[in-house]
């Protein structure tokens, strides 16, 4: 379920903006905000994104309805050197850069959430759990000074109730 148009003359950056706003989207969503976008990477992206969806449909015989763009990747091409004429005879250079743009479409991932006491240390990296015995450790400290300085305050309550 992918799709990619190689050598598209138009700037990486102008069509990196574009592909940020459909990145994410369900096929449905990402199809109506690129034809409503008045740009030219709009149509670029949306013809390329029909692509994908038909090589979805065709190819392995899924639902595009039901996909998600997982990810737009846009490169930077070879470029086209240009000059526009100066005075004196000189010419400025300048560059016109072209785009590789890849679309993969995909079936959104369905996270079910999960508490904590059932999640398991053994799955996690070292970094990630020396990372939550700190904060745990942390926590504790913080909840100990809090209870120690509530401690504090009732026992100077009771000290001056009684001394009156």
């Known amino acids: 379920m992918k799709a990619i148009a190689r050598s598209v003359r138009i700037a990486p950056k102008k069509a990196n903006l574009i592909a ?17 976008t ?13 692509s994908a969806v038909a090589n979805a449909s065709h190819n392995t015989k899924q ?15 070879t470029a086209y050197r ?6 004196r005879g000189q010419s400025r ?14 079936f959104p991932e369905d996270e079910s959430p999960r508490s904590p006491t059932t999640e398991s240390d053994s799955g996690k990296s070292p970094k990630s759990a020396s990372r939550s ?8 400290k913080n909840q100990k000074k809090t209870e120690t300085s509530s401690s504090d305050s009732s026992v100077s309550s009771d000290s001056s109730v009684s001394s009156s």
Not at 21 to 30: D, I, N, T
Not at 133 to 140: D, G, I, R
């Open 20 to 36: 940020m706003m459909v990145r994410g989207l369900s096929v449905p969503e990402a199809m109506e905000s690129l034809r409503r």
């Open 38 to 50: 008045n740009k030219k990477g709009a149509r670029i992206i949306e013809t390329l994104l029909r």
């Open 63 to 77: 639902d595009p309805q039901m996909m998600v763009v997982k990810t737009i990747i846009v490169n930077q091409g």
């Open 82 to 87: 240009r000059g526009m004429p100066k005075a």
């Open 93 to 106: 250079p300048y560059r016109k850069f072209l785009s590789h743009i890849a679309i993969t479409l995909g």
């Open 133 to 140: 015995q700190k904060k745990s450790v942390t926590l504790a």
